[in-house]
C-alpha cells in the first residue's frame, strides 16, 4: 500500500492478493505481471496500455478495473505469455 513503483520493470512480478492501494504506478513495465485478486483502488498513473500487457486473470472486476480510463474489461484478450502463470496457479 502506497508504493512508489514510478517506472519501475514489474515483467513478470506476482501481485496475486497484493494490496497496491495508493500506488504509483506511472510509467511502470507491467508486461506478463498477474493481477490477480489484487487491491487497486487509489492507484495513480495506470493506463489501459499497462493492463493489455499484463495477467488480469479475473478481468471481469469493473471495480477495479473501470475506472482505468480507456480500458474495456470487455474486449481485454489474454496476452499469449501469461501462460507462464499456469503451473503455479494450480
Not at 51 to 72: K, Y
Request: glycine content about 8%.
Amino acid at each position: 500500500t502506497g508504493s512508489n513503483f514510478r517506472y519501475a520493470r514489474l515483467d513478470y512480478v506476482n501481485f496475486s492478493m497484493a494490496s497496491l492501494k495508493d500506488t504509483d504506478l506511472t510509467g511502470a513495465s507491467l508486461a506478463y505481471a498477474l493481477i490477480q485478486f489484487t487491491d487497486l483502488r487509489g492507484v495513480s498513473g495506470l493506463t489501459a496500455e499497462q493492463l493489455a500487457q499484463a495477467c488480469l486473470i479475473q478481468a471481469t472486476d469493473e471495480d477495479r478495473l473501470g475506472t482505468v480510463v480507456g480500458f474495456n474489461t470487455q474486449s481485454y484478450q489474454l496476452p499469449e505469455g501469461c501462460k507462464i502463470w499456469e503451473q503455479a496457479l494450480r
